[in-house]
């Protein structure tokens, strides 16, 4: 179920939640979300598509965004906010239209969750020309390839919403 609200002139108005999951939620989900939001506010959709991210697991629960991620956004000119991870709930399948998970552990996770319920559930990299997996930086240490890949699928799902719902 959308959540609604009523637009400046009053009109019904139905949100697109998109919700980004990645194992800690403190490099890939949080630099999507932030991508994310900034693709659509350059696109003048702030009022349609609401966008957060949240963990698979708990071992960051409580932690802000990891400092090389917030360098990376930095360079790249994108705005965040001091943030703190959080778990995934199965309330939060419910509450949002699209979960995108970054890689195949976070797909297996999501399964599970979710009780094998996919219809929502996506992986970032199919919405570009290159399937597959967002490379975790947390082990790679190369954030410049993980933004590449993420702004890329963020781009192609955006694409994708707009074509969609004829936004």
Same mark, same amino acid.
């Given at each position: 179920?959308?959540?609604?609200?009523?637009?400046? @002139?009053?009109?019904?108005?139905?949100?697109i939640? #998109?919700?980004?999951? /990645?194992?800690?939620? #403190? /490099?890939?989900?949080?630099?999507?979300?932030?991508?994310?939001?900034d693709l659509?506010?350059?696109?003048?959709l702030?009022? @349609?598509?609401?966008?957060?991210?949240?963990?698979? *697991?708990?071992?960051?629960?409580?932690?802000?965004?990891?400092?090389?991620?917030?360098?990376? +956004? *930095?360079?790249?000119?994108?705005?965040?906010?001091?943030?703190?991870?959080?778990?995934?709930?199965k309330?939060?399948?419910?509450?949002?239209?699209i979960?995108?998970?970054m890689?195949? @552990?976070?797909?297996?996770?999501?399964?599970?969750? *979710?009780?094998?319920?996919?219809?929502?559930?996506?992986?970032?990299?199919?919405? *570009?020309?290159?399937?597959?997996?967002?490379?975790?930086?947390?082990?790679?240490?190369?954030?410049?390839?993980?933004?590449?890949?993420? +702004?890329?699928? /963020?781009r192609? +799902? +955006?694409?994708?919403?707009?074509?969609? @719902?004829? #936004?």
């Open positions: 179920s959308n959540s609604a609200y009523f637009g400046i @002139e009053g009109s019904f108005v139905s949100m939640k #998109i919700l980004f999951i /990645c194992h800690g939620n #403190i /490099c890939r989900s949080p630099m999507a979300e932030f991508i994310m939001k659509v506010e350059k696109a003048g702030s009022q @349609e598509i609401f966008v957060s991210s949240a963990a698979m *697991t708990s071992e960051e629960i409580g932690n802000d965004m990891y400092p090389p991620a917030k360098r990376m +956004l *930095t360079a790249m000119g994108v705005p965040f906010e001091k943030r703190k991870a959080r778990r995934m709930t309330a939060d399948y419910e509450e949002n239209d979960i995108i998970g890689d195949e @552990e976070n797909w297996r996770h999501l399964l599970l969750l *979710t009780g094998g319920r996919k219809e929502k559930l996506h992986l970032l990299m199919d919405y *570009t020309d290159r399937p597959g997996e967002v490379a975790d930086p947390w082990y790679t240490g190369d954030f410049k390839e993980t933004y590449r890949d993420i +702004l890329d699928g /963020c192609g +799902l +955006l694409a994708a919403i707009r074509k969609d @719902e004829g #936004i």
